[in-house]
């Protein structure tokens, strides 16, 4: 069964950076799309974007479009969030979700596992 841990959150000023990472083990990584959400205080989790089995990259929060990026490496089981020009709207837990097989479309409402989460906290 995959299991996700999550990594590489913290407190950084608006304008900062940050870059979360997704260690997936227990499955064979190849076969899986992942994707990344994140839940702020008092508000329901949402979709922040999706590397497909064939390394396709698709951004589905129109907020942080050009300040986040997705990515995966094969090599080292890992998924990324790189995170540039944060603001204090991006503070909240974000999580690494996967799904077998699927693509980034299914995962966006269906993901099969779940990371358990790291903080990130934007000061302004």
């Known amino acids: 069964q995959l299991q996700l841990v999550e990594s590489g959150g913290g407190s950084v000023h608006a304008g900062g950076s940050l870059r979360l990472s997704c260690s997936a083990s227990?499955?064979?990584?190849?076969?899986?799309?992942f994707g990344w959400f994140r839940q702020a205080p008092g508000k329901e989790r949402e979709g922040i974007s999706c590397?497909?089995?064939?390394?396709?990259?698709?951004d589905w929060l129109d907020s942080v479009k050009g300040r986040f990026t997705i990515s995966r490496d094969k090599g080292k089981n890992t998924v990324y969030l790189q995170m540039n020009d944060l603001k204090p709207e991006d503070t909240g837990i974000y999580y690494c979700?996967?799904?077998?097989?699927?693509?980034?479309?299914?995962?966006?409402?269906?993901?099969?596992?779940w990371g358990q989460g790291t903080q990130v906290t934007v000061s302004s």
């Open positions: 590397v497909s089995i064939s390394n396709k990259s698709t």
């Open positions: 227990g499955a064979t990584f190849d076969y899986y799309a």
């Open positions: 979700a996967a799904d077998y097989g699927k693509p980034c479309w299914h995962l966006q409402t269906n993901p099969g596992s």
